[in-house]
Structure formats: structure tokens, C-alpha cells
């Protein structure tokens, strides 16, 4: 099984760029766009690795990290 990374951004640009390269080098790419939406991947997917933006809208990136 693949390990995960979520990869937070509210752009949608970034995931279009990264995922490609992620997914190649064996990667499963979890996507969210909001520091809340990241909270509720996070603790349905468990993923091993967490790429975040801290300029988020609503919840930014350290609070989400924080919590």
C-alpha cells in the first residue's frame, strides 16, 4: 500500500503541479483546501506526511497544525 500525503492548499494550481510528481514516486495524494478540511482528512486517512500552506482561508495552516 502506497503511503500517504495530504497536500493542503487552497490553490488549486499546487495541486495540480505536485500531484504528478507525488503520485510517481509512489505516492497516494490526499487533497484539501481549507485548514478544517485538512483536520477531517487527517483523522479519516491518517496520512504519513503533511504538506500545508499556512495562508489559509478560515483556519490557517499553524492552527490546523496545532490542532
Same mark, same amino acid.
Given at each position: 500500500?502506497?503511503?500517504?500525503?495530504?497536500?493542503?492548499?487552497?490553490? +488549486? #494550481?499546487?495541486?495540480? #503541479?505536485? &500531484? +504528478?510528481? #507525488?503520485?510517481?514516486? @509512489?505516492?497516494? /495524494?490526499?487533497?484539501?483546501?481549507? @485548514?478544517?478540511?485538512?483536520?477531517?482528512?487527517?483523522? &479519516?486517512?491518517?496520512?504519513?506526511?503533511? /504538506?500545508?500552506?499556512? &495562508?489559509? +482561508?478560515? #483556519?490557517? @495552516?499553524?492552527?490546523?497544525?496545532? &490542532?
Amino acid at each position: 500500500m502506497a503511503p500517504n500525503i495530504l497536500m493542503v492548499d487552497d490553490d +488549486p #494550481l499546487m495541486h495540480q #503541479l505536485y &500531484r +504528478p510528481y #507525488l503520485e510517481h514516486a @509512489g505516492y497516494r /495524494v490526499l487533497d484539501a483546501a481549507t @485548514g478544517e478540511e485538512a483536520i477531517e482528512v487527517s483523522a &479519516r486517512e491518517t496520512p504519513q506526511i503533511i /504538506v500545508m500552506d499556512i &495562508r489559509l +482561508p478560515g #483556519l490557517d @495552516g499553524l492552527s490546523a497544525f496545532e &490542532r
